[in-house]
């Protein structure tokens, strides 16, 4: 099996304060790999040690199978990177923002790959609109536009589509899709559960330790987290009455229900015991979902700078 991403034991500290460690990651090819983690936990460092922006102080691997230490530049060549705050010269066209980035990169047939980046973004079209007059999800597009110019293999996406509406996320993502389908791989960083759930594979990390990665499924699975819904007329009373119950470990509301989960079935059922008799609430088996499992996951590692 070949893998675009392949690293192993990195850290990184920046003023002696450490943000990434032992983090060891893989990626395959042609695969979506959603990178979740909460503020601040170390995805964009470690984005940025994988295409050879920052430098490791110790670990090592390969991204696209070239040496992340040695082969910085070459890496740099073959990846297409969307910054968190990226910007468009907004007062530049859709087509003379991909033709700087083109020149930029001193691509040899700069027309051509402007117009088919220009297609295949389903820009075409808006070609002569001036960037800054665009909605947040066609800058984005816009933006992912710029990053595959050059026919890059991997794209490190850095949260694309924070802020862009539910269907341009939407048309985004179907966009990722067909790009893995061509043989792309996508390292994608997010906060939005939906976009996770749409990964082929998710890596989470929080205060730069990978705690959890696989797909979805393999990761709530191996989260070893059970969930029970109570649907109630009373959510609030009844979480009142739930939490810190042994067993218990969390109660999160769902509209007109609650879900109430905890690693240990034996002693959470015990602790339900009481309440399920009572007409009501009706009670049933739920699902964990993968908010859930993040939320148990960062309970059970402790931020090492306090
Ligand atoms: N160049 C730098 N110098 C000093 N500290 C830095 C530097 N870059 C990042 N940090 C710190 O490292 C930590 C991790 O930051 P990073 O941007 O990697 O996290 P993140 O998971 O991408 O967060 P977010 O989801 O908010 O984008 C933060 O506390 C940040 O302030």
Known sequence: MEYAIDVHGLNKSFGGRPVVRDLSMRVERGRICGFLGPNGSGKTTTIRLLCGLLTPDSGSGTCLGLDIIRDAAAIKRQVGYMTQRFSLYEDLSIRENLDFVARIYGLPARRAAVDEALERLGLASRQRQLAGQLSGGWKQRLALAACILHRPQLLLLDEPTAGVDPRARREFWEELHRLAADGLTVLVSTHY??????????????????????????????????????????????????????????????????????????????????????????????????????????????????
């Open 193 to 306: 559960m939906d976009e996770a759930e749409r990964c082929h594979a998710i890596a989470y990390i929080a205060y730069g330790r990978l705690l959890a990665e696989g797909t979805v499924d393999a990761v709530v699975r191996a989260s070893g987290l059970v969930t029970r819904r109570a649907a109630t007329a009373e959510p609030d009373r009844l979480a009142a009455r739930l939490e810190g119950l042994p067993g218990i470990e969390m109660v999160v509301r769902f509209g007109g229900a609650l879900h109430v989960s905890g690693h240990d079935a034996a002693a959470m059922d015990a602790a339900l015991t009481p309440f399920r008799d009572d007409p009501a609430i009706r009670w049933s088996e739920a699902e964990p979902g993968l908010e859930d499992v993040f939320i148990a996951l960062m309970a059970s590692v402790k931020d090492p700078q306090q």
